[in-house]
């Protein structure tokens, strides 16, 4: 591979739009993960047909090729792990509503809050909320099927995926499903795509399915001793249908955080309680229903319990949950933030678990995360420059995960695995299903140029100045 030459053809092809400066390319070098890495161009995209481009000419020279939205993956997805080149889709924003249908029809680089507020124009809802929304762009919601807070009730992005369009890494263009409700026509390649983290092809158009938006909403906010009585009483949701939007939760630590935060308890006399965070919403007579069943549940199973009267009132009780992760800052300036899953009727003991970790590990850890369908976060905290105290961490890192494999759980539900969790893939999948992962991988990508390295090949960084390698989650 000559990449000099292929840097030459691109800037014949592209021109302006290939960017080789240092303050371009290192913006293009990291994502949310905060690995960096040095790679030879950042490529501005403005139309679709250039990513075909880029893609025959680096498939030619073998060119690593990474693709970029606004880089908000937790996981290094994100990140040109192998250098290369990067390919920025984030101006690849158009968009239409089609209300009669029921479709979006959006470029890769559409910001998810602004589909939201199209839809909503529409009288119509895009309901996966991730908690970057107002930042990450639908591309980049696809690579990773991304959730949010919403998928209780509703599904993940994958669940809103019509039809697809892009580029395979040879550079040709493919359709993948078709802008109709049905379709039943070969290989489902289009939810293949979904969640395959750019390793696969490159989308840059995508048909998203549209919901009546609901009529109205109610939140509740409800105190529990301890984490075991606030997710033994989820189960009592499921079990009595009631139905909720979003439930979260927040473990105690975590409470105390936002507390200190707020400096003032949540509930006054019940400082530093796990609580529950419930919406619903709905018809005006389905929310009215419903309301009546978690009063009810409320007032058998928590120890204390705060509706909001109205949107202004319910918003304070949703900054309590967002408070949480910012205050976990509080406890160590670094965070290995894991999204793993789990039955609902193990995540008491995964939160059990996580206890027995941090005393042995010695290590501050805050759960919180969608108790409604088993996603938790659990957030392992350290200081960076303390080595001890990171290796601690790493540690129980590991431990968390193979408590999550023990548990009959998944090691991501909603981030990917990236770089961040390739040393893990292994623990969650048998040497059968990683070969035939790659296999289709080969089939699809047979100079192996999108996204290198990510998702297979346990990932370590030479450490110039203490001359080891490291872990990439050392570096968060």
Known sequence: MDDSIALQELKKALGERVQTDKEALYRSSFDGMRLAFEHEAAIQIDHPDQVGVVLRLANEYKVPVTTRGAGTSLTGSASPARGGWVLKLDQLKDLRIDPLNRFAHAGPGVVVTDLQNAARDEGLFYPPDPSSLRYCTIGGNIACNAGGMRCLKYGVTRDYVVSLQGYLPTGEF????????????????????????????????????????????????????????????????????????????????????????FQQPIFDGLPGRSLLIIELDGSENEVATAKEKLLSWAR??????????????????????????????????????????VPLHRQADLIDEVEKIRAKFQVAIGVFGHAGDGNLHVNIMHHREDPVGSRRAREALGELMQVVVDLKGAISGEHGVGLAKTPFLTLQLGEAEIATMKKIKEVFDPNGILNPGKLFEPFEVWDKKKEVFRFPWDHR
Do not use: Q
Request: charged content about 25%.
């Open 174 to 261: 493919v359709t993948w499903a078709s802008d109709t409700r049905k379709f039943a026509t070969g290989y489902n390649v289009r939810d293949l795509w979904v969640g395959s983290e750019g390793t696969l092809g490159v989308v840059t158009g995508a048909t998203l399915k549209l919901i009546p938006a609901p009529e109205t909403t109610w939140s509740l906010l409800a105190a529990f001793p301890t984490e075991r009585d606030a997710l033994t009483a989820v189960e009592e949701v499921v079990r009595k249908r009631i139905g909720p939007a979003i439930l979260e939760f927040l473990d105690r630590p975590s409470v105390r955080g936002a507390e200190a935060a």
């Open 300 to 341: 058998d199973h928590a120890e204390a319990h705060r509706a909001a009267p109205d949107p202004a009132s319910a918003e304070k009780l949703w900054d309590i949950r967002r408070a949480c992760s910012s205050a976990m800052f509080e406890l160590g300036d670094s965070k290995l933030n894991e999204d793993v899953v």
